[in-house]
């Protein structure tokens, strides 16, 4: 609940700052996550098979999955990371717990490639 609070705080914030709605999208793997979301927002939430060949300008992937376990669930399928962080024509935001992501090989380089030394 608390990631999907922060997703609709971001897209909130871009829309406060006069990006239309219809240019920002939210993706999660997951459909609970997506109906938590769409219900509390008026843009475009979707799971990552639903924003499959179409893209936003803004792009929210909230991952979900946090535990102490390293099981990232869905996620460990790289064909929809790949769909995932591909539909952003201008900005990527991904919103999940970097401890629980570490434990999987491709987006521990993910991760690092996003921060600054």
Known sequence: MVE???CIELANDYIKKGI????IGIISPYADQVKLISEKIDVEVKSVDGFQGREKQIIIIS??????NGEIGFLNDLR????????AKR???IVGNQ????????????????LYD
């Not at 239309?20 to 240019?23: A, G, P």
């Not at 929809?80 to 539909?87: E, G, K, P, S, Y």
């Open 4 to 6: 999907a609070k922060i």
């Open 20 to 23: 239309s709605k219809d240019d």
């Open 63 to 68: 991952c979900v999955r946090s535990n102490d």
């Open 80 to 87: 929809r990371l790949n769909v995932a962080i591909t539909r």
């Open 91 to 93: 900005k990527l935001i």
């Open 99 to 114: 401890n629980t992501l570490n434990y999987n090989r491709t987006y521990r380089k993910l991760i690092k490639s996003c």
